[in-house]
């Protein structure tokens, strides 16, 4: 089992940036590929970036441009650069560790065995 912790969160005006950064600890979790979800209320849990073993990341249509993940294999983190948030993007950001699954044209899922608990993002207008 991985365990995770998110820091980072917070609120910001629409246009504005935030680091999200999620600590990893467990026997193999340097192995597992990692991802972001996020979660509003009353929606489903969405993935919105990925990162597999090899180091290619993934991302979903809205966020492309604005979102960026990235790992630090030596403190065993990862992170999530998120520019120009937008109110929509408010939500409760969860890291998670699993397995990605290549759909083929560009499409992507994440298989997620372990989660954090989460930490806030909400984006004023």
């Known amino acids: 089992q991985v365990q995770l912790a998110e820091s980072g969160g917070g609120s910001v005006q629409a246009g504005g940036s935030l680091r999200l950064s999620c600590a990893a600890s467990?026997?193999?979790?340097?192995?597992?590929?990692m991802a972001w979800f996020r979660q509003a209320p009353g929606k489903e849990r969405e993935a919105v970036a990925a990162?597999?073993?090899?180091?290619?990341?993934f991302y979903t249509d809205s966020v492309k441009g604005r979102f960026i993940v990235s790992r630090d294999k030596a403190k065993n983190t990862l992170d999530l650069k998120l520019d120009n948030l937008k109110p929509e993007d408010t939500a409760m950001y969860y890291c998670?560790?699993?397995?990605?699954?290549?759909?083929?044209?560009?499409?992507?899922?994440?298989?997620?065995?372990?989660w954090g608990q989460g930490t806030q993002v909400t984006v004023s207008s």
């Open positions: 990162l597999d073993f090899g180091g290619e990341s």
């Open positions: 467990g026997e193999t979790s340097t192995k597992k590929s």
């Open positions: 998670a560790a699993g397995f990605m699954i290549i759909l083929g044209d560009g499409r992507w899922r994440f298989n997620p065995n372990d």
